[in-house]
T-cell receptor
Framework: NAGVMQNPRHLVRRRGQEARLRCSPM?????VYWYRQLPEEGLKFMVY????????ESGMPKERFSAEFPKEGPSILRIQQVVRGDSAAYFC????????????FGPGTRLTVT | AQSVTQPDIHITVSEGASLELRCNYS??????LFWYVQSPGQGLQLLLK??????LVQGIKGFEAEFKRSQSSFNLRKPSVHWSDAAEYFC??????????FGTGTRLQVFP
């Protein structure tokens, strides 16, 4: 049973470009969470999605960031017009029920903005 | 607002020594509490969790943690540390909604 998969593992973008981060949850999981980890900091919640629905996006920056979890395919975290401050590790987690802590984390995507 | 404090940024222990990593939380009701471990360049792995019941919980890799409501603490312990335990450890709190609130982490270094 494959775990949570994220790709790419490393992504380099120039300022102003778009970054697309993908997350495939564990089989049978319909809940996806995105977290961001800035250097030397803990993880910060960004958004929680179920299939085709955004449940909680209270941690998402108001501009340039968006997320989706379509009926078919992976969840996508999209960052438009990236800036240096977006450089971070972005982790996806999945669960099959919305009980915190029953979340299984992927290996993360490390975004570097040059 | 919920918050988690891990007062020790960096801890160094000798292999075979005992370990205790501190975690304090702020939350109005009984929280859900977790410890995760992150190896360099990797994602997070759940070590153990507390939802209710026995306040001493056992986890994987020989770790345990004790929930102390009076001290708002959930400290992680291991009686004898192995070199492979060197990693970053995160304490987290959750409620009955969705998100986890993480502490800033404690980096554990193990000397042979």
């Amino acid at each position: 049973n494959a775990g949570v998969m994220q790709n790419p593992r490393h992504l380099v973008r120039r300022r102003g470009q778009e970054a697309r981060l993908r997350c495939s949850p564990m089989k049978g999981h319909s809940h996806v969470y995105w977290y961001r980890q800035l250097p030397e900091e803990g993880l910060k919640f960004m958004v929680y999605l179920q299939k085709e629905n955004i449940i909680d996006e209270s941690g998402m920056p108001k501009e340039r960031f968006s997320a989706e979890f379509p009926k078919e395919g992976p969840s996508i975290l999209r960052i438009q017009q990236v800036v240096r401050g977006d450089s971070a590790a972005y982790f996806c987690a999945s669960s099959f029920r919305d009980i915190p802590g029953e979340q299984y984390f992927g290996p993360g995507t490390r975004l570097t903005v040059t | 607002a919920q918050s988690v404090t891990q007062p020790d940024i960096h801890i160094t222990v000798s292999e075979g020594a005992s370990l205790e990593l501190r975690c304090n939380y702020s939350y109005g009701a009984t929280p859900y509490l977790f410890w995760y471990v992150q190896s360099p360049g990797q994602g997070l792995q759940l070590l153990l969790k507390y939802f209710s019941g026995d306040t001493l919980v056992q986890g994987i890799k020989g770790f345990e943690a004790e929930f102390k409501r009076s001290q708002s603490s959930f400290n992680l312990r291991k009686p004898s540390v192995h070199w492979s335990d060197a990693a970053e450890y995160f304490c987290a709190v959750g409620d009955n909604t969705d998100k986890l609130i993480f502490g800033t982490g404690t980096r554990l270094q193990v000397f042979p």
